[in-house]
């Protein structure tokens, strides 16, 4: 009996261990719905080429017209929440406003002026969440409501965002926007836990899993923007930036995002231009450049696989101490 | 009742409970209420670091624990069924934990709702180590064994589990 229940147990921790294994792995038959599960992901990136960019709009415009209609309408009135410090801010009533992002607009047009070489040009960035390859604020979501697809777009379950996560705190930019009044939080205890839904693009994953470009890129009539397979434009926005002799924001920033800027003009100057000039603030993100995002924590991932090798040597030493006890005693 | 040796000295315990402190509240410290009831300002500096140097401890400790118990405790002390619930949950959060911090690495995700159903498991395996933990301190107050007990005795505080049961 004994036996049996020793070799039951073997077999269920064999199975047990097999099923984290491919659960890890990528293969489990519980999530067999998701085709990828884990890896290193097969990005597509956007380029965006600030040269060609005339500032007209239509991506903005193709943006809403996927994007607005599907939005949740907020129940009024807002909880109040608790403690008093913890902000509200509505934006339902201020859907049409496109000149900054909002829960309602996901990306607009940040532009400036910039004198080169004697030249007055006006410069216009379509500024979205620029869909960085390690997210802090996917790592960061409490509730597991940001996700990252396996095409590289970072998103957010609506079903599971309660709103008041550190995302835009997280975010280097500042990109995802709160609406209050809407989302599974009201549905719990709305003052004391929640506080909305946080909104921001979803790089159009359900297009982009079809191998099609995000709206805004489809829209664009001066082919301002283009998308692929990362590596393809990350060689493209490197032999543009070469060409022009000029940069590429996108590559390192964050350690790496899928929205790659290419422009004739240093964007280090396209930010200090846009500072004097009171184009960046809430909704209306900088471009400053952010250091490698978990880099502090990913530096300790040796210590850590370390740490159960220290623990066994540990023992290793205790255990032969007792050895050599017992053998004087 | 309690003649038996420990198998571990109050000082491997001593730095258990630190780890396992450090651990929850760093944990505690990546819930939304920390920074919304002013726990922590998630500006000023990051959780994760903290919570990165107590897993470490925690799988060094629960390594150490394992093989001193494997090779020296096997024989004499059995885990109780609070022991063995404990040690589920903990291998539950060591898997999920280093899933996670898999997925923070630069070349590897987890992609859509795997990401989210390792990162529950995690909160919930460990949420559910206060009740675990207050329940055995409950029948510890009353007289009975905690994690581990002696196999030659009746598990009197949380039923023995099948095997020790047997042998006890």
Not at chain 1, 238 to 256: I, S, T, W, Y
Request: hydrophobic share 40%.
């Amino acid at each position: 009996m004994g036996k049996r229940l020793l070799v039951q147990r073997r077999t269920f921790l064999k199975v047990a261990a097999g099923t984290a294994g491919l659960t890890l792995a990528g293969a489990s038959p519980l999530l067999a719905g998701s085709a990828h599960l884990g890896g290193s992901g097969g990005d597509y990136a956007t380029v965006i080429d600030i040269d060609r960019c005339n500032g007209c709009g239509a991506c903005v415009a193709a943006c809403r017209a996927r994007n607005l209609e599907g939005l949740p309408v907020p129940s009024e009135p807002f909880p109040e929440p608790y403690p008093a410090w913890v902000r509200t801010k509505d934006w339902s009533d201020r859907k049409d406003e496109t000149d900054r992002l909002t829960p309602y607009n996901w990306l607009f047009i940040q532009s400036c002026t910039i004198t080169e070489k004697g030249e007055t040009r006006r410069i216009f960035l379509p500024r979205r969440c620029l869909h960085c390859l390690n997210p802090q604020c996917v790592t960061l979501c409490p509730t597991g409501a940001l996700h990252q697809s396996y095409e590289g777009a970072v998103y957010t379950s609506r079903s599971l965002c309660l709103g008041d996560g550190p995302c835009d705190r997280a975010c280097p930019w500042g990109i995802p926007q709160r609406q209050p009044g809407v989302g599974p939080y009201l549905g719990l205890a709305p003052k004391y836990l929640g506080n909305g839904l946080m909104f921001k693009c979803d790089y159009c994953k359900d297009l982009l899993a079809e191998g099609k470009a995000p709206a805004c890129v489809d829209a664009c009539p001066q082919r301002a923007m283009r998308t692929g397979p990362r590596a393809e434009m990350v060689k493209l926005a490197q032999d543009m930036a070469a060409e022009r002799g000029g940069d590429v924001f996108g590559l390192k920033e964050n350690g790496g995002t899928n929205t790659i800027y290419v422009s004739s003009v240093q964007f280090r100057d396209i930010e200090a231009n846009m500072l004097r000039q009171g184009q960046v603030g809430h909704g209306k993100p900088s471009l400053r450049p952010a250091g490698a995002s978990m880099g502090k924590e990913n530096s300790l991932l040796q210590g850590v696989l370390l740490a159960p090798a220290i623990g066994a040597a540990l023992a290793g030493v205790r255990l032969w101490r007792d050895k050599q006890k017992r053998r004087k005693s | 009742m309690k003649k038996t040796e420990p198998l571990f000295s109050s000082f491997f315990s001593l730095l258990w409970l630190i780890s396992m402190l450090c651990a929850v509240w760093s944990g505690l410290l990546h819930l939304p209420q920390a920074s919304r009831y002013g726990l922590m300002r998630l500006s000023s500096w990051s959780p994760s670091v903290a919570h990165y140097y107590s897993a470490a401890a925690l799988l060094c400790l629960g390594t150490y624990g394992f093989v001193v118990w494997r090779m020296e405790g096997r024989n004499t002390h059995r885990l109780t069924r609070c022991g063995l619930v404990r040690v589920i949950l903990l291998l539950a959060l060591a898997v999920t934990g280093l899933a996670m911090i898999l997925h923070n690495m630069p070349d590897f995700s987890l992609f859509g709702v795997a990401y989210t159903v390792v990162k529950l498991l995690h909160l919930a395996c460990a949420l559910a180590l206060l009740p675990l933990l207050i329940y055995r301190l409950c029948r510890g107050w009353a007289g009975g064994y905690g994690w581990l007990c002696p196999r030659k005795e009746p598990d009197d505080c949380c039923r023995a589990s099948g095997r020790g049961k047997k042998k006890a």
